[in-house]
């Protein structure tokens, strides 16, 4: 179909500010936050109702034109990439926090809300959302639903999938779908858990309705030195292995405690290899118990310093470094490229040290920062896209760290997600049958195929061909996908 | 014996081949739940075993017919266990009875349930293929998340072969405190406490009495008691045991066994038809709500959908057609569609959550 047809069609939904045509416009939306990847869309529409979604959907089904749904756009795989040919519809106007019951604990909000903003709401009832990615000043609850978003304190309050109840959705069929319930759990199959995490491949959030926790009385935070990213390592198993679930517990290395010390001023010492940062919340008796029996593991795990924050300004300071990460980092480089691979916690020196080994080899530095407690892995490879085959490199370096995780058992994305980035890795990382079936999965949501495709789920050529370039052992991996 | 993936592999198979329905059986601890299933028995007890259990990484993973005492038993050992507080419902109860009924226990409300434990699966699929979901890390989104799908699909798409289940350390303390009120102020004062960060780890309101269970740190579980006065209940294990398996004399009623699953703060059930025949129990602060009741179905369902909720009749004093609630139309469709994915031979448990599921 013609641009300019579509665009009248458009209209007929949208107020004429609401869609999008000109390059000049469009270029604000030509990537989300993995910036390697870039591509203007035809259109962007910008609808602020569930109807005009819905009829926005039903054109662009009817005219076979592909559809990228978009929260903030601060998504690191690429999930948001437009098509040049197809429709980016923005769900930037939908800010609404529709009701909140703070006696019941939940907020109904629209998918553009900010992550953040959400606690803000709830703060005045001492209640929060749990879930929070460090991004969470700027990504919407749409998008951390589609992500099914992480964040430091994750380990003891769980991942998005674990604190949202309902959702409202429209299919690229134009379904309004109403998935979950204010309740525990609905009837039938867990819909719920299958939407979140689906990447903007099944259908457009329109609504979600969070759970809201009560905000612990006090939050402290021990900051361990290490000598080694070993002893690191095992302080963390030592601190699961007595039983305790820390609120939050981090491990930055030496890299990316420079980084963030010259950023931010947090009072890292520059001298250790790695550090944890251990937080314990909930009563004060309970914080006080907690952080005496950490402190006394984490020197007996061979801890070089220990501090610990004296009041929620010190905390609020310690945290910082950690949370400005990633734009530390960003400083000493033109360009960084975000890895997200999780692992089996034992296997973390190993994994480092392998990643050590590959920087070298590739001739590009790495940074590490690590959510220690649940084995997520964010490997930042530094790299400057203006010199030639650098980026080249730098993706290069990344798939071998992505194939490590798989290889000791891990998994190629913790929270950040498949998208466009880390789709020839599901080759690696699932068998053809396993992703057959997720081909069906989408198809049984969106049986054209509009909504978002090319993301995520890698076809069988795909895989095919990346099988060719990826010989082990001198077999070629998946004997079982036709090759014809 | 079907102990091995290649024998119950071939069995699916040629059951697809022959459009031969099989009805998945662990210890059939849940038999009572669902629908009845026509179809050959696949006993599914010889595939056992703990595969891994490494406690630092809070990571478990058992073989589906694995019994869930001796994964409790395994995890007692080391301090830990899992948190979603599984009903046996039968000495025999397996691991992949559990995850398929997806019934999660009186600690619920407050820690998770059975599918927010799930990390990851392996399972066979209609067509035989050996398959694996998710992994054994905390942290997983590559690809749709199959495996927490299987988390009370009741056996219809897919035989279960190992799961991996996230873990936690046993609380160091715990304690119960016992609340005479009435439903009102009962139903309130959950809600108002769970809006706090008190600890609490479960909740149970019957005739008169709430029970609160808290678990935490001993010296958090010492201030919050003085916060909440109430009476200890000696022997609470035991009370908390006999919600959670139905033996609790609540569930000696002779009548029908309604499940009704609401938002917590839903008020108090007013229907007359259903006040007048029904005896109730409160759990999950509000938000799980046992009814054993003589009032028609239809009754029950309008009223916990009124409410925000759904209702199911749990166990029921004859044969009964829809157990579960019924799905709205697009609901529907795409669970024809899943099972279709899934199981595209209509072999696993036909019938046992819907009629044509
Ligand atoms: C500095 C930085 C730090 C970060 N830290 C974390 C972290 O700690 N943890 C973490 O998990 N992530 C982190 N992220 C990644 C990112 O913020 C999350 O993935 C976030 O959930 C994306 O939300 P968004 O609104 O920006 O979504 P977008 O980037 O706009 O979209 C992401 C995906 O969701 C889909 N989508 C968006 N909205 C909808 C909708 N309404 N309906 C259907 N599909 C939709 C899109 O199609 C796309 O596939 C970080 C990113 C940055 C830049």
Known sequence: MKKHELIKQMLEILPAEAVLFEQEDLKPFECDGLSAYRQVPMIVALPETEQQVREILLLCRRENVAVVARGAGTGLSGGALPLSDGVLLSLSKFKRILSLDPLARIARVQPGVRNLAISEAAAPHGLYYAPDPSSQIACSIGGNVAENAGGVHCLKYGLTVHNVLKLRACTMDGELLEIGSEALDSSGYDLLALFTGSEGMLGVITEVTVKLLPKPELAQVVMAAFATVADAGNAVGEIIADGIIPAGLEMMDKLSIKAAEDFVHAGYPLAAEAILLCESDGTPEEVAEEIAKMQTILSRCGATSLRTSANEADRLRLWAGRKAAFPAVGRLSPDYYCMDGTIPRRELSHVLSRIDELSKEYGLRVANVFHAGDGNLHPLILYDANRPGELHRAEELGGKVFELCVEVGGTITGEHGVGIEKINQMCAQFKSGELQIFREVKLAFDPSGLLNPGKVIPTVHRCAEFGRMHVHHGQVPFPDIPRL | ?357
Request: net charge neutral; hydrophobic share 40%; with cysteine.
């Open chain 2, 1 to 357: 014996m079907q102990d091995s993936i290649e024998q119950l592999s071939n069995i699916v198979r040629e059951a697809g081949r022959e459009r031969r329905p099989l009805c998945i059986q662990g210890s059939g601890s849940k038999s009572f739940y669902g629908r009845v299933v026509q179809g050959a028995t696949l006993d599914v007890t010889p595939y056992r075993g703990i595969v891994s259990y490494e406690p630092t990484e809070l990571v478990l993973t058992a073989r589906a017919g694995t019994p869930l005492a001796e994964i409790e038993a395994a995890l007692a050992s080391k301090r830990q266990m899992l948190p979603f507080e599984p009903p046996h419902f039968g000495a025999g109860a397996t691991l992949g009875g559990c995850i398929a009924a997806g019934l999660s226990g009186p600690r619920r409300a407050y820690a998770g349930a059975v599918r927010d434990y799930v990390l990851g699966v392996r399972m066979i699929d209609g067509k035989g293929d050996d398959l694996r979901f998710g992994g054994q890390v905390m942290k997983n989104v590559a690809g749709y998340d199959v495996s927490r799908l299987m988390a009370g699909s009741l056996g219809t798409l897919g035989l279960l072969l190992e799961v991996s289940l996230k873990i936690l350390p046993l609380p160091a303390e715990e304690l119960t405190l016992r609340f005479e009120m009435a439903e009102r102020e009962a139903l309130e004062t959950m809600n108002r406490w769970a809006a706090q960060p008190l600890s609490l780890s479960a909740t149970c309101y019957h005739v008169g009495v709430l029970s609160v269970r808290l678990s935490g740190a001993s010296a958090a579980i010492k201030s919050v008691r003085q916060k909440l006065g109430g009476e200890v209940l000696q022997d609470a294990e035991r009370f908390w045991h006999s919600v959670r398996e139905q033996q609790h004399e609540f569930f000696e009623s002779a009548k029908n066994l309604w499940r009704l699953s609401l938002p917590s703060c839903a008020a108090t059930i007013n229907v007359p038809a259903i006040k007048v025949s029904s005896q109730q129990l409160i759990e999950w602060g509000g938000a799980l709500r046992w009814l054993a009741s003589d009032a028609l179905p239809a009754t029950i369902r309008e009223a916990a959908a009124a409410l925000g909720g759904h209702a199911t009749l749990f166990r029921s004093t004859e044969p009964n057609d829809e157990p579960f609630h019924p799905l709205t139309p697009p609901l529907l469709v795409l669970h024809q569609r899943l099972k279709k994915t899934f199981d595209p031979h209509g072999i696993f448990n036909p019938g046992r959550m819907y009629k044509d599921l």
